[in-house]
């Protein structure tokens, strides 16, 4: 399995904002991480590509640590975050192919797999556009196009639709199911939960810091006791019983 993450406690500095948190992320699934603003979801993303390290636990990609095998780690993940990160003195090309050194990728067959994608979202003309000249939204596809045209067996998209249009949504549910099936695994955090309902395989519902449950939608009706429940219904009465906990 691609990611593990065992009893897990981190946050900033001497603030723990996880508490003991463990779940897997597995090979050709979509494991979408849930809750509420503040639960920890873009905390644990910081502590699996490594800008944050555990205070206790450990955190395991295709069996590498990030303080054994820093390089081979990194390799192993592919990062769309919710903001767009892009050099302003760069071109588009000039990401790709910074992208493909990072990565030590073959220069050829990337280019050819980039070019794909830059198709798909309508930039294969904006090749020497710098990020200035770049909508939020395109500056968005930018980060999709360098993440997919990887060989990353970990892809972490952090809230990934802000800013996109429907037609570039429906684009990048289309390459992660192409990449599970292709046996990668998917971490994505999102708060659109008709989506993550319709296309993940499994579910890590977050509070306070702490994994509240995990496992299946069918799981997760069992877990709360709502039989006949959808993703949305389970999301609301977490967030009940978390305001609940805090009166």
Known sequence: MS???????????????????????????ITGLIGLN?????????????LLLPHKGEILVNG????????DYHKQI??????PVLYPELTL????????????????KT???A????????????????????????????MIVCAFMTDAK???????????DPLAIHDLLDIVEEKKTQGAAILMSTHILATAQQYADQFVLLNSGQVKAAGTLEELKETFGMADANLDDIYLQMSKEAVDDHA
């Open 3 to 29: 990611l593990e993450i065992k009893n897990l406690t981190g946050g900033y500095a001497h603030v723990a904002v996880l508490k003991d948190v463990s779940f897997v992320a597995k090979d050709g699934e």
């Open 38 to 50: 503040g639960a920890g979801k873009s905390t644990t993303i910081k502590h699996v590509i490594g």
């Open 64 to 71: 590498l640590t990030l303080n054994k095998n820093k390089d």
């Open 78 to 83: 592919a990062y769309v975050p919710e903001t």
């Open 93 to 108: 090309k000039e990401h790709i192919e910074l992208t493909i050194l990072a990565y030590d990728l073959d220069k050829e």
């Open 111 to 113: 280019m050819t797999k």
């Open 115 to 142: 070019t794909e994608l830059l198709k798909k979202f309508r930039l294969d003309n904006k090749l020497d556009w710098f990020p200035s000249n770049f909508s939020k939204g395109m500056k968005q596809k930018v």
């Open 154 to 164: 970990l892809f972490i998209i952090d809230e990934p639709f802000t800013g996109l």
